[in-house]
């Protein structure tokens, strides 16, 4: 049947009943408005900190190592005349590790997988450099922080560019590299360079620090 010019369709009660559940269903199904107020809080906080994941990452991971590069280096030397002085070093490094602990959790940060083997690693070379001597544990010393202040003076340009800087994570980073070099210069003070083998031992140490940091970084 022919319909004419200007007249109104009519919906059947069927359309209408579709119509009606349609739009039901699509009201149901839209996320609720605090989801989307969450999804653009934590938008806000990422754009704030792009680099915050991976800084925080890397650095629990290194300060783990360095803590169990201490205790493998008390674990051979404790009782000897450098042991007080490696014990103070590794108090430091115990309380850099805590605090990287509470930053991981404060602000939900995956730590890298690889987590066990940075603790068994720190503590193998630890302890193994340190029954070469003490000389080579404070040659060990100089090169883990020779990288790791390094390390932070990076983060801390790559923070300061930040016009929303984190201020928590600047001044941690910030007393933690001073605490770095205290133990680099105690190292030098203290006969590293007179390990046997000095510049070989530290270079491939520091070789071994850039990698982990590198792949810490990502996994």
């Known amino acids: 049947m022919a319909i004419m010019k ?26 609720p408005s605090f989801l989307h107020h969450a999804r653009l809080a934590h938008t806000a906080a990422w754009k704030k900190n792009p680099h915050l994941d991976k800084i925080i990452r890397v650095d629990h991971a290194g300060e783990l190592g360095a ?9 051979v030397l404790g009782n000897t005349a450098e042991g007080p002085l490696i014990k103070h070093m590794w108090e430091q490094e115990i309380k850099h590790r805590e605090k990287f602990e509470e930053l991981i959790t404060k602000y939900r940060v995956r730590p890298t997988v690889l987590t066990p083997l940075w603790h068994v690693a720190g503590f193998a070379l630890g302890a193994g450099t340190a029954l070469l001597g003490k000389e080579a544990a404070m040659a060990c010393t100089v090169a883990v922080e020779t990288v790791i202040v390094d390390h932070y003076n990076d983060q801390l340009r790559t923070l300061m560019e930040d016009p929303n800087i ?3 994570i600047l001044e941690t980073i910030t007393k933690f590299r001073d605490e770095e070099q205290e133990h680099h210069d105690t190292g030098i003070d203290h006969g590293a360079e007179q ?12 070789t071994g620090c850039k990698a982990a940091i590198a792949i810490s970084k990502r996994i």
């Open 195 to 206: 390990a046997p083998f000095y510049k070989a031992l530290t270079e491939v140490i520091k």
């Open 67 to 75: 803590d169990r590069i201490y205790a493998g280096q008390m674990a």
């Open 166 to 168: 984190d201020k928590e």
């Open 6 to 31: 200007g007249s109104r369709v009519r919906a059947g009660p069927d359309s209408i009943g579709r119509l009606r559940l349609r739009t039901h269903l699509r009201r149901m199904l839209r996320p």
